[in-house]
């Protein structure tokens, strides 16, 4: 049996809940009224954000693979639903809603290796007349990021994604070819672009 959450964790969650719903629909108020109003109510860990018909709305949860899973099945049956975010309650995380549904989280931290990829990149662009300078600048803080052991926010997962794709092709047919970091730097290709979710946040 699940042990029950600390007082001061679910007053957390019952305030965030409370600033969400306020921004929601009717189906919202009337399917969670007891539970804004109750003040000893334990409050589910997640809660999904979703659009429908126009409305926004939310669904509550103890855990979010039970939302994705519902979120995928209303997205197959109703063209007017579409699900936007996952919160979590207690600490406020919110991901975005990907299509199959999963949440993709908003930074992801990213191997070492995926610096000396970029690192090759820009040296590559050197003398090129195409040169992007708005891209080099998403490469060169993506690669301080990496290396800072810090994590990649989301608006430079395709820049980063780009570059990984480019050098994966470049491998090919390369005798000194080392698969491993080839499946690494694949995995956190697909990753990037939303293919593999990332392990969602745990209560």
Do not use: W
Not at 66 to 79: F, K, S, T, W
Not at 103 to 117: G, K, Q
């Amino acid at each position: 049996m699940k042990p029950p959450t600390p007082a001061g964790a679910n007053d957390t969650r019952r305030r965030r809940l409370r600033d969400l719903a306020a921004t929601c629909g009717e189906h919202t108020q009337q399917t969670y009224a007891g539970i804004l109003r109750s003040g000893d109510r334990e409050i589910p860990a997640f809660a999904l954000l979703y659009e429908r018909a126009g409305s926004s709305e939310l669904l509550l949860s103890t855990t979010s693979g039970v939302l994705a899973g519902i979120a995928q099945e209303e997205l197959e049956r109703d063209p007017s639903y579409s699900p936007t975010a996952l919160v979590f309650l207690e600490s406020g995380e919110r991901r975005t809603a990907r299509i199959p549904v999963f949440f993709m989280a908003p930074a992801i931290t990213l191997p070492r290796l995926v610096s000396d990829v970029i690192d090759i990149d820009l040296a590559g662009r050197e003398g090129d007349e195409r040169r992007r300078p708005e891209r080099e600048a998403e490469l060169e803080r993506s690669r301080d990021l990496i290396r800072s052991g810090r994590p990649l926010p989301e608006d430079l997962y395709d820049a980063v994604a780009d570059v990984i794709e480019l050098d994966l092709a470049d491998r090919e047919g390369d005798e000194r070819r080392d698969a491993a970091s080839e499946r690494l730097l694949g995995e956190v290709h697909d990753q990037l672009l939303g293919r593999t979710p990332s392990p969602p946040a745990r209560t």
